[in-house]
């Protein structure tokens, strides 16, 4: 009932910046978080980062602090991963996925996934 298509990914050097796009359409609540996923090749799914629709609370993965941003546009029913000073170890695809719940979420715990973007990063 909840589809999320992540967009925005490609090719970018390293050091440079990049914005990828998770829109979420059907039937949705105001209290689910959303949140950022990335999988490397040989690599398990990791957290990047969420967000809390109705308290406006971010979170970061430590290895993206500072750098990344995460974003809403509850008007869109989009949320955004701004990539800074991007790192070849930043590599993956990036998936959104959201829960009701903030903390579950973090842990990888979703009711639903995206099918993920490619982000490359150059050295």
């Known amino acids: 009932q909840v589809q999320l298509v992540e967009s925005g990914g490609g090719l970018v050097q390293a050091g440079g910046s990049l914005r990828v796009s998770c829109a979420a359409s059907?039937?949705?609540?105001?209290?689910?978080?959303m949140g950022w996923f990335r999988q490397a090749p040989g690599k398990g799914r990791e957290f990047v980062a969420a967000?809390?629709?109705?308290?406006?609370?971010?979170y970061y993965a430590d290895s993206v602090k500072g750098r990344f941003t995460i974003s809403r546009d509850n008007a869109k029913n989009t949320v955004y991963l701004q990539m800074n000073s991007l790192k070849p170890e930043d590599t993956a695809v990036y998936s959104c996925?959201?829960?009701?719940?903030?903390?579950?979420?973090?842990?990888?715990?979703?009711?639903?996934w995206g099918q993920g973007t490619q982000v490359t990063v150059s050295s």
């Open positions: 059907g039937r949705t609540a105001s209290s689910y978080a």
């Open positions: 967000i809390t629709w109705n308290g406006g609370s971010t």
């Open positions: 996925a959201t829960n009701r719940d903030s903390n579950y979420l973090r842990l990888g715990v979703a009711n639903y």
